[in-house]
Nanobody, 117 residues
Framework: GQLVESGGGLVQPGGSLRLSCAAS????????MSWYRQAPGKERELVAS????????NYADSVKGRFTISRDDAKNTVYLQMNSLKPEDTAVYYC???????????WGQGTQVTVSS
């Protein structure tokens, strides 16, 4: 499988970005998909996850009400809409295919998000 993130960049505080993660090489619709982030000197943390068919979503407390995770199974893509961005949102954001039975989890290569004036 392959996961390719895009949409990162530099944005001012209060701005918005939409991250995309294009999947290939596996049956995307079967898997829960997640976004994680890792800031310099900090551990990687879960930002948001979405179950297969999008029935359930989960968010870190720090992003609730500002970020929205969604998926388009027809396009094999998961998105992270990020609004009201804060400097503390600065991190490398990673897309992750969660494990399913014997099928292991898989990570994308990451995309940098920098929130700064």
């Amino acid at each position: 499988g392959q996961l390719v993130e895009s949409g990162g960049g530099l944005v001012q505080p209060g701005g918005s970005l939409r991250l995309s993660c294009a999947a290939s090489g596996f049956t995307f619709s079967r898997f829960t998909m997640s976004w994680y982030r890792q800031a310099p000197g900090k551990e990687r943390e879960l930002v948001a996850s979405i179950s297969r068919a999008g029935g359930d979503t989960n968010y870190a407390d720090s992003v609730k009400g500002r970020f929205t995770i969604s998926r388009d199974d027809a396009k094999n893509t998961v998105y992270l809409q990020m609004n009201s961005l804060k400097p503390e949102d600065t991190a490398v954001y990673y897309c992750k295919r969660e494990s399913l039975g014997w099928i292991s989890a898989y990570w994308g290569q990451g995309t940098q998000v920098t929130v700064s004036s």
